[in-house]
């Protein structure tokens, strides 16, 4: 009956902690092994436990060999002992002893205690681990259980979960007890227990924030090609739908700016432009670069890079405060945008075109190219040296013999070439 108690007892405990019998049972065999190593030493291996949690039966056994003479009691028993249950052994045969899991008195209970809140813990924290791995990416609600310098606690059925300072928008202010949106990051297992990690800040919160507000996003209509953020300041978003009949940016908008608002609010004001995709890069990247408008766009898509042109006032516009709105363009659309004022920008062309103006008059095949201007006196000494010293000589080279040069590379070849073209 003892053993019916026992299994009784804690399943008393397991029910309060949620533990399921099958779980139970493996605790209760892990215990009573335990009680036996603490007895009999940690290097002895001949025991073992079977539980059955239905019929309330605890077994332990130890196994040991008959022998004349016992020097090992741990591992060995006498044919008299032996015979006492198994008349029918002989010395050398294994022997099967029944422990009866009462003799085990008060250590029993004590160990039991300890034994079983630690293994409740451990059973708690995997369980949770398990639940939120599953979850990571996702939005959750709770409550601000605590606040700290460098981080709030929060409180998320029943977990803690963690809120870092550098996860923050700026412009969150918190109380105990209210509500907060965010996002779990990451799930990670510590000493402590396990540690969930919330964001604020990351482009997927925002994402899922669209998610939730825009049906059309989650049923795959409108796809998010991209999202870069200034988290607090401005983000950018880049739609696009699979349905020509559907508007991406309207859908996310909403009926009079209904969705996007409710997104707004929750990143307290923080500004939202939505871009409409495009496969041409100078459309998406002039889309992008909104709410400026560039006068011109110079683009280099093998790098990928481009050059926007502006008119003086709209520069400040189109870089935007501390820089976010040119940064967050290069990072949406993946092109390095370089902006420039148009004056500066047409001043450079200028001198670009009276360079070549004034090359262009003073060149003639004969010329030496010891005198073409942006060539060093090294460059035209080193091509004399290979029997090249006018500009006709330059001109009837193939480039195979003018890299024969020495210091001459098929860059600098290049260069060098445009100081001659016409």
């Not at 007890?177 to 799930?187: C, H, L, V």
Request: a negative charge; glycine letters at 4%; proline letters at 3%.
């Amino acid at each position: 009956m003892i053993n019916k108690d026992i299994i009784d007892a804690f399943k008393i405990i397991a029910k309060d902690k949620d533990i399921e019998t099958v779980n139970l049972s493996y605790i209760i065999e892990e215990l009573f092994v335990s009680l036996m190593h603490k007895k009999y030493g940690e290097d002895n291996n001949n025991f073992s436990c079977i539980v059955n949690m239905d019929k309330g039966e605890i077994e332990i056994y130890q196994e040991k060999v008959i022998v004349d003479s016992v020097s090992d009691p741990v591992h060995e028993i006498s044919l008299k002992d032996a015979h006492i249950t198994e008349p029918d052994l002989e010395v050398g045969d294994p022997f099967i002893e029944i422990i009866n899991p009462a003799s085990f008195g008060r250590r029993l209970i004590f160990h039991a205690k300890q034994f079983l809140s630690q293994k409740i813990k451990n059973i708690e924290k995997e369980a949770i681990l398990q639940q939120f791995n599953s979850k990571a990416n996702e939005v959750i609600i709770g409550n601000v259980h605590q606040i700290q310098k460098d981080r709030i606690f929060v409180i998320h059925e029943n977990t803690e979960m963690v809120l870092p300072r550098d996860q923050q928008m700026p412009t969150d202010r918190y109380r105990r007890g209210e509500i907060i949106r965010a996002m779990i990051s990451t799930i990670s297992s510590t000493a402590k227990g396990p540690e969930i990690r919330l964001s604020r800040t990351s482009d997927k919160f925002l994402e899922r924030l669209f998610e939730i507000e825009v049906p059309e996003i989650e049923d795959g209509i409108i796809e998010i090609k991209s999202i870069a953020r200034a988290a607090g300041d401005r983000s950018k978003v880049v739609v696009h739908s699979s349905d020509r009949r559907i508007d991406a940016v309207g859908a996310c908008v909403g009926m009079r700016g209904s969705r996007i608002q409710s997104i707004v609010r929750e990143l307290n004001g923080e500004k939202i432009d939505i871009i409409n995709w495009s496969e041409t890069p100078e459309i998406l990247i002039t889309r992008a670069i909104a709410p400026a408008k560039p006068y011109d766009l110079y683009m280099d898509e093998e790098r990928p890079y481009a050059v926007a042109v502006f008119e003086d006032e709209d520069l400040a516009i189109a870089i935007g405060r501390n820089g976010h709105n040119i940064k967050l363009a290069s990072k949406v659309t993946g092109y390095t945008i370089e902006s420039v004022k148009r004056t500066d920008y047409e001043g450079t062309a200028d001198k670009d075109k009276d360079a070549n103006t004034s090359n262009e008059e003073t060149l003639s095949e004969e010329t030496l190219l010891s005198d073409v201007k942006g060539l060093t006196s090294t460059q035209s000494s080193n091509f004399a040296d290979n029997n090249i010293k006018t500009i006709s000589d330059f001109l009837d080279s193939t480039d195979s013999e003018l890299l024969k040069t020495k210091g001459i590379g098929a860059k600098s070849l290049e260069k060098i070439k445009k100081l001659f073209k016409n």
